[in-house]
């Protein structure tokens, strides 16, 4: 059992947006949805909280996600994108308007 999960730690990685801007709940809706679409990723919005919480294969990478979620054209949500991938954590500061 140890090694299935060995083996998919190895496999996907850990992805938090920060998305400040979000004004309400068809905002989270609209964003979880879009980057639920990506293939394999499996995203959890939370309003209050400004974030998304996503685990994503190791071949998709940050810009697809953010792809996905600048490509809904909400104007107003900024991206903070911090990775948490093998235990290194990466910090890209990026805003879309």
Do not use: W
């Not at 919005?45 to 996503?54: D, G, P, T, Y």
């Not at 998709?60 to 954590?89: C, F, G, M, P, Y």
């Amino acid at each position: 059992m140890s090694s299935v999960i060995a083996q998919n730690e190895v496999k996907s990685r850990q992805v938090d947006l920060h998305l400040t801007g979000m004004t309400c709940s068809s905002c989270v809706s609209t964003i979880e949805g879009a980057l639920n679409k990506v293939p394999g990723v499996k995203a959890v919005v939370n309003l209050a909280m400004e974030s998304a919480h996503v685990i994503a294969p190791i071949n998709i990478s940050e810009q697809d996600l953010i792809t996905a979620v600048v490509s809904l054209d909400i104007r107003q949500v900024h991206l903070r994108v911090s990775v948490n991938h093998l235990k290194n954590l990466i910090a890209l500061e990026l805003e879309y308007f």
